[in-house]
């Protein structure tokens, strides 16, 4: 298999009170051409970070300590500022969450894509505008030509977040990364957005990494998925068998709280406790705190990855038993 | 003949830049709303404060023109700018109250019987004349300085707020020892060391107050940093310059005008302070109100002088706070949306 982004072993630490401490530690990820795949994740797991690692855009004080990342053959961990500034928007894109903010309040929008164009291609302004006209074509924003010329502000939130994403697109990036694209949208939106992708993917052949706590998101758009748990990727897959028949307990239970698969008038299940903070997780597994099938091994060792089939790993030590017996 | 022709230079550069400023707003949407907005809402405080900008530009221009048969050769070199000229002549010997025929002491006839509508000061001058002269130096004295003080204030507040780490401790350390020294007893000291003078006040109204506008920008730009936008330029590839220069400064454009239109009564009225302490700009009103002073114990009372420095401060101010007040109404972020 070929792919464009191959991520081994990424640590990124932040300092804490008691010292650096890695807010994702280890991450393995592969990302073949024109594929999706999906980091799942509660609120401060570190599926964020890692998208930001891989850019190499961590805010300080963050850091990132280890890990290789190579896209399209090329390792980037190690290139010089100026050289990561070109791969960034040609190579790799990202947008963000919030469509809101993502956006030059006092810069027309068109003028955002025209920059992101002149960014990465020579050519003259005009020229760069057709193809920002082009962009918002391809976006499918209505009255393109007009709502080149539109302020931010002007724009809804749909529309705003499909700015965003031509500007991603602009420097034809093989990989696009998208931290929460949907969130702060709502539904029938969210529905449009990921239709999308979905569209401009199929058009681009670029790849996605899809950053996501909602996992109906993951059920429209992944192919993969990759679910991750106090900084590390507990178990990954191909959809159907992560969402369909998912081994770690962690997956199982995030599973079992989704809303659509509950029964009407039952208590919807959770998961008792909340992530522990980084710099407190326990010794051993770090879901040993919260898992309803913790033996004594869990709390003494941490579980290696449990090869399941050729695509699905699971770290847990109760999987690699079944597996065993 | 060097003088004249750098006022006059300086005087076309300002209006020249002034139009500049006047075509660059109208080109950008927002500020052609905003500006917009604000002459609908505050047309007289608009029309004072450019009657005001009008008279310190006609106090600019120089006039340059022979001496004519039978004039006062000394007061035509004197009188260099168009008031002036407008002026010349107007001289009586001592004080006249506004609209008199005949000297305030002693009853001698004027040499210009019910032509100064402000009467004369103590050396026969025309209070009037002395007022319009006050102008240019109230929008010099407010301008000037805020024109040294915000490049400052934003170089050192954006790139502190921006690169932080041992940059803004730097900043944030000049800040501080700065904003723990009495602030007048600094601007007093400054002023003594560089000697008085229009510019020296300036410089020393600038270095004592360009700190508050630098916390200002270093905060707002420290939050802009952390904005999605900024990010997203960054994940695109943009240096950091250029999002300085597009993503942050645009950003804190309207802390900028707010910032200006306050900072400007403020400086103005501090020169009137330093006016009176005796190390003013001369010509000002402050010094205006200073020599008035005394008059004000004399019996008949000299109120003339007093009311007219006091009453074109106040106006200049009023007109100033007022545009200032709608400015910050309509660039406010929170309100910009409402508003635009």
Known sequence: MSSVLEVEGLATSFPMERGRVAVVDGVDLCLARGETLALVGESGCGKSVTALSILRLVPKPGRIEAGRVRLGGREIQGLPVTEMRRVRGREISMIFQEPQTSLNPVVRVGAQVVEAIRLHERGSREAARARALELFERVRIPDAAERLDAYPHELSGGLKQRVVIAMALAAHPKVLVADEPTTALDVTIQAQILELLRELQRELGMAILLITHDLGVVNELADRVAVMYAGRIVEAGTRAEVLGQPRHPYTQALLRSMPALAKRGERLAEIPGTVPWPGNWPAGCRFSTRCPRVMDVCRAREPEATRLSPTHTARCFAVAQELAT | ?340
């Open chain 2, 1 to 340: 003949m060097q003088a004249w022709l750098i006022s006059n230079l300086v005087a076309g550069a300002l209006f020249a830049g002034g139009i500049a400023l006047g075509v660059a707003v109208r080109r950008n949407r927002l500020w052609r709303e905003a500006t917009g907005e604000l002459a609908r809402r505050r047309p007289v405080a608009l029309g004072v404060i450019a009657l005001f900008v009008g008279v310190a530009l006609l106090d600019s221009v120089a006039w340059v023109g022979g001496v004519e048969a039978g004039e006062d050769v000394v007061a035509v070199l004197e009188a260099q700018s168009v008031i002036d000229r407008a002026f010349l002549g107007f001289q009586e010997k001592s004080y006249s109250a506004p609209f008199a025929s005949a000297e305030f002491y002693g009853g001698a006839r004027l040499a210009h019987p019910g032509r100064h509508p402000l009467g004369t000061d103590i050396l026969g001058r025309d209070v009037l004349y002395l007022t319009l002269k006050g102008a240019r130096v109230a929008l010099l004295i407010g301008g000037l300085t805020s024109l040294i003080t915000i490049p400052l204030a934003l170089l050192f507040g954006v790139s502190a707020g921006y690169f932080g780490g041992r940059i803004d401790d730097v900043v944030f350390f000049v800040m501080s020892t700065l904003a723990s020294m009495p602030g007048l007893l600094l601007l007093i000291a400054l002023i003594m060391a560089m000697g008085r003078s229009t510019l020296s006040v300036c410089i020393a109204l600038a270095v004592t107050g360009w700190v508050g506008f630098c916390r200002l920008a270093r905060g707002e730009t420290l939050k802009l940093r952390e904005l999605d936008y900024v990010q997203a330029a960054r994940a695109l590839g943009v240096s950091e310059p250029r999002i300085i220069l597009r993503h942050i400064l645009p950003n804190l454009m309207h802390l900028v005008v707010v910032t200006f239109v306050l900072m400007f009564s403020g400086l103005v009225l501090s020169e009137a302070i330093l006016s009176w302490l005796g190390i003013g700009v001369d010509g000002s009103w402050g010094q205006m109100i200073d020599r008035a002073r005394d008059e004000l114990s004399r019996d008949p009372i000299i109120w003339w002088n007093l009311s007219a420095a006091g009453a074109a401060l106040f106006v200049l101010l009023l007109a100033v706070n007022f545009v200032g007040d709608a400015v910050r109404d309509i660039l406010d972020p929170r309100t910009l949306r409402e508003n635009l």
